[in-house]
């Protein structure tokens, strides 16, 4: 029998196993024009017909061809099969391969762990893919990956344009769905993890972001894998190790997340390569900060980019002096710890002043505003509406101060207020209250599946309005000025500085109701030339936050002292 060449050979235990753990890899790397090769040792045992099939339909979906070695199931098989053994048979059926990836054995399914002992005898290119379902066991997962993996790179591959494929791939195990189902979260999660060996020197970026995040931060992170994804950057993402509980009352269950999350991130920052870019999170960097404290410095460059004002103004937040406390503790520790970024990040003249202010000390300061892909905005059609729409575009938070808008709502006839919120992320006790609040009022409440665009409602909105105080950069400013909609708000991220080049009179100055119903007022009788106008300048300064201006920057600040 003829041994089969391939590009890359993804070595499955049973008959699911690759779909589950490299589904969205494997369907990437095909899109990519890569010849893939999937070989399932361990195939043999009573039910290998009807599972053959079923793999073999769902290999077809990702575009792939499969190999069955047919060595007995452990569960059906008597007799013992070593390492050695099972390196011949794969070496039989398998020729050249430029890369091979094997199971790391999670879970230690005696199956997995022999495959991953043949990968470590392995000469090559060799890579270790986490095994689903077992990654979900963290104290399993640290043990192995200390193991079995020092001195390794780990990668994250983003397969979120590829999730659809895998589902569809995965649905082909008809006799696995009920128990698959079980763990569909983890199957369809943004991103697949593997460990390779380190053999080429070459500076390497990481990426580090956190799946907690909702609205804007969450945005600039997309934006930013996206971008160097298109670059062809080798970069690392990370996202939860679990799925994220949402924001509807999760209790306890969440902070259990929390820690197991905090661990993994000691456990991947120790790890870490040559350029990291931390994003977002300060708890990524107490991670790096006690790494550096236990273990020492393990990366060349640490960059820290602050693009989440988490800890300003805490009065804003819900009275208690447990969160009064946690607030206050929350800032003292970033404090401590961000002088452990060799430079930090921040999007806007606004939130650096306002860290300075703050007590800060950073070593380096540089500002990068985030870049905003202005094709994701629907732009203004013409339609006609009885009434004048504002718009309000985040998640239900207090920092978010809708109430002040439900409030102006009162004061003006004629005017529906909508608000569009993320369906994750809100603050239930809060949407209660403002609920209330505009009884008898044209409020409407819009809350988005993940990843439905919101540029619809900017195209029919006359005015987009924002009352945080807490805003970093503020991307629905952007947005709504790039679907040609006005935007009128307090001075926070870089609304001050946009809106004193557009109108300064599109600025809320004294954030008290009479101010913003003077402001939204002004908005709302704009004729149609002065609007177009306005218009005009705001897409002037528009320029400054496309990718292609701000790309060229990010990679400086990352690269260069």
């Not at 590009?7 to 990437?28: M, N, Q, R, T, Y």
């Amino acid at each position: 029998m003829a041994r089969i060449k391939s590009e890359i050979v993804f070595v499955s235990p049973h008959l699911d196993d690759a779909v589950l753990s490299c589904g969205g890899w494997i369907a990437k790397l095909v899109e990519s024009g890569r010849k893939v090769v999937v070989v399932t040792v361990f195939s043999g045992g009573r039910e290998g017909g009807k599972r053959k099939e079923e793999d073999r339909k769902a290999l077809k979906v990702l575009g792939v061809k499969g190999v069955c070695l047919d060595v007995v199931d452990a569960k059906f098989r008597t007799g013992e099969v070593s390492a050695e053994e099972i390196e011949k048979k794969i070496r039989s059926r398998v020729g050249v391969a430029g890369e091979w990836c094997f199971p790391l054995g999670l879970g230690q399914h005696v199956d997995h762990v022999i495959l991953r002992e043949v990968g470590e005898r392995w000469e090559g290119r060799v890579f270790f893919y986490e095994d689903f379902p077992y990654l979900r066991f963290l104290a399993e997962q640290k043990r192995v990956v200390d193991e079995v993996c020092g001195g390794m790179k780990i990668e994250f591959v983003d397969i979120r344009p590829w999730v659809t494929k895998k589902i569809a791939a995965i649905e082909k195990y008809e006799s696995q769905l009920v128990a698959l189902t079980r763990y569909k979260e983890l199957y369809v999660a943004s991103n697949e993890n593997y460990f390779r060996r380190s053999d080429d020197g070459e500076l390497r970026w990481t990426v580090m972001m956190t799946d907690e995040l909702v609205g804007g931060a969450k945005k600039v992170n997309d934006y930013l894998a996206d971008f160097l994804a298109r670059e062809g950057r080798r970069f690392l993402r990370y996202e939860q190790v679990a799925p994220n509980m949402g924001g509807w009352g999760v209790g306890w269950r969440l902070w259990g997340w929390r820690v197991a999350n905090f661990w993994r991130y000691l456990m991947m920052i120790s790890k870490l390569p040559d350029l990291a870019l931390l994003t977002t999170s300060p708890n990524l960097l107490m991670a790096a900060f006690l790494v550096k404290l236990f273990w020492g410095r393990r990366w060349k460059r640490l960059v820290y980019y602050c693009h989440a004002d988490r800890n300003t103004r805490p009065e804003r937040w819900k009275s208690g002096w447990w969160s009064r406390f946690y607030w206050w503790l929350y800032g003292w520790s970033e404090k401590l710890v961000i002088g452990v970024a060799d430079k930090v990040l921040f999007p806007s003249k606004f939130i650096k002043e306002r860290m300075q202010t703050q007590g800060w000390q950073m070593k380096k300061i540089a500002i990068v505003s985030p870049g905003v892909e202005m094709s994701c905005v629907v732009q203004r059609e013409g339609k006609r509406k009885t009434e004048k729409i504002l718009l309000c575009v985040g998640r239900i938070d207090r920092i978010k101060r809708i109430e002040m808008v439900v409030e102006a709502v009162k004061k003006m006839t004629g005017v529906k207020l909508v608000v569009v919120a993320p369906k994750r992320g809100n603050d239930v006790e809060y949407w209660e209250e403002l609920r209330q609040l505009a009884k008898g009022l044209m409020v409407e409440w819009k809350f988005l599946e993940d990843g439905e665009e919101v540029g619809d409602y900017y195209r029919v909105a006359d005015c987009v309005v924002s009352m945080s105080e807490v805003e970093s950069f503020s991307m629905v400013l952007v947005e709504a000025f790039a679907g040609e909609t006005i935007f009128c708000g307090v001075e926070s991220g870089i609304v001050g500085e946009f809106l004193s080049e557009v109108d300064r009179n599109l600025i809320i100055g004294d954030q008290n109701l009479v101010s913003v119903v003077r402001t939204i007022s002004y908005v709302l009788a704009l004729g149609v030339d002065e609007r177009r106008r306005i218009i005009k300048r705001a897409a002037k300064e528009l320029r400054k936050y496309n990718w292609t201006v701000v790309r060229k920057r990010f990679i400086e600040e990352m690269t260069n002292d």
